[in-house]
């Protein structure tokens, strides 16, 4: 796509002045082709509007979003070297990449607030996060993802990253529980201390792992996705009575 000045600001949702302001400042690099007088610009600049954007309602200020860009690009893609895709504009990853992808540690810092690292910390501790230096490596893009779309319902990330551990947790009692019956089973047919020797007790061993952790998996799926739906239930029952209490609201016995 190519742009007009106008037709890029509207369609990035701001105004011509500050296109103008970007390019002055080094934000936004300045268009190299023209249709008569008028500039020409391209959907990489509205990317990079985007981008900047997505920044200043974070809290970045013009003057640090400069700063930062002079630090980073080094003729690369700005998104290909910031991740900012994954880190800004799509929260905190999009729904497409699971590889692990690496975003500068003062931009993650600046995203969580003013110095806390121990939030930072946490999600390495968790292994959603490797610190690697000045950068972050986010190993899970899609689950921070969640986390980041939480967020934006108003969830603090505190509390979501406790909720996180606090199902860790019950989670690695499961599989602890599945593969202590996993050895016990072991044990029972072969004895203490056996191996497998040939190419049939491996295939036969590796195939009752598996098949003991798809039944790992879906049961936990399943019984969780009952389990919500129950809980919903209950807990929105007693919400609407104590709402309609509150307002006075005769409610009918069930």
Wanted: charged content about 25%; glycine content about 8%; proline content about 4%.
């Amino acid at each position: 796509m190519e742009y007009r000045i106008d037709e890029l600001a509207r369609a990035a949702g701001t105004t011509t002045r500050n296109v103008r302001a970007y390019v002055e400042r080094g934000l936004l690099p300045p268009s190299t082709k023209k249709d008569g007088r008028a500039l020409i610009y391209d959907d990489s600049h509205l990317e990079r509007l985007k981008i900047i954007d997505a920044l200043l309602q974070r809290g970045f200020t013009t003057a640090h979003i400069a700063d930062f860009i002079t630090s980073w690009e080094t003729g690369k893609n700005l998104t290909e070297i910031l991740g900012l895709q994954h880190a800004v504009t799509a929260t905190w990853g999009n729904s497409e990449p699971t590889e692990p992808f690496e975003v500068p540690r003062e931009l993650v810092e600046n995203f969580l607030g003013s110095g806390d690292t121990e939030l930072l910390q946490r999600l390495a501790e968790m292994g959603l996060v490797r610190l690697h230096g000045d950068n972050v490596v986010f190993t899970e893009p899609k689950l921070l993802d969640t986390f980041g779309d939480l967020h934006g319902y108003g969830f603090e990330l505190r509390r979501i990253i406790d909720l996180f551990a606090g199902i860790t947790e019950h989670v690695e009692d499961i599989a602890k529980m599945m593969i202590t019956e996993a050895k016990t089973q072991i044990t029972r047919q072969h004895g203490v201390g056996w191996l497998p020797e040939t190419d049939d007790d491996i295939a036969a061993l590796t195939a009752m792992l598996n098949d003991l952790r798809e039944l790992g998996v879906a049961s936990v799926q399943n019984r969780l996705a009952i389990a919500l739906d129950k809980t919903l239930k209950d807990e929105l029952g007693d919400y609407l009575a104590a709402a309609a209490a509150k307002h006075g609201v005769p409610t009918t016995p069930s």
